[in-house]
């Protein structure tokens, strides 16, 4: 990757979340490791060569945060048109999935109930449950009736 600081070589996409990613598109293809660090090396360029368009455009409109906005500019001004409207689909889910999950958050901050009532009621609960278990443990280690009654034999 060509870069004009010695620190990019520190900024790639895992190897791990590449070979998931190749295992779920490609479960039944073989994939070198040359290729895989190849496909690292090309996703790690892409990122940088949108990041920095985004990044300018952003600049152009004089505002300090890279938007979703940015992005789709970016990908069109460097010819990457075609996955705009597929850009837009995963932006739209990120966006519901965000939301279901502040949703939820305020539901938790909605019950009235302070966090430490709820933490303190979780682990009555938890003490109610172990010692369940150690009752349930200690009954299981006395011998049944039916294994009383073959020992007398």
């Known amino acids: 990757m060509a870069s004009s ?4 070589d520190d900024l790639t996409i895992p190897r791990a979340a590449i070979n998931k990613m190749i295992k779920e598109t490609l479960p039944n293809v073989r994939v070198a490791n040359d290729a895989r660090e190849l496909v690292v090396n090309c996703c790690t360029e892409f990122i940088h060569l949108i990041s920095s368009e985004a990044n300018e455009i952003c600049n152009k409109s004089e505002k ?3 938007s979703p906005e ?3 500019q970016a990908l069109e001004s460097l010819g990457f ?3 705009i409207s597929e850009v837009k689909e995963v932006l739209q889910e990120c966006k519901t999935v965000a939301l279901k999950r ?5 539901r938790l901050e909605n019950l009235g109930i302070p966090e430490e009532e709820l933490l303190r009621q979780q682990q009555e609960l938890f003490a109610k449950v172990s010692e369940a278990s150690t009752h349930t443990h200690s009954l299981s ?3 049944s009736p039916l294994s ?5 034999l």
């Open 148 to 152: 009383a009654f073959l020992d007398n």
């Open 70 to 72: 940015h992005v789709i």
């Open 141 to 143: 280690s006395q011998p």
């Open 102 to 106: 502040r949703k939820a958050n305020s």
């Open 64 to 66: 300090k945060t890279i």
């Open 5 to 8: 600081s010695g620190n990019d």
């Open 81 to 83: 048109g075609s996955y």
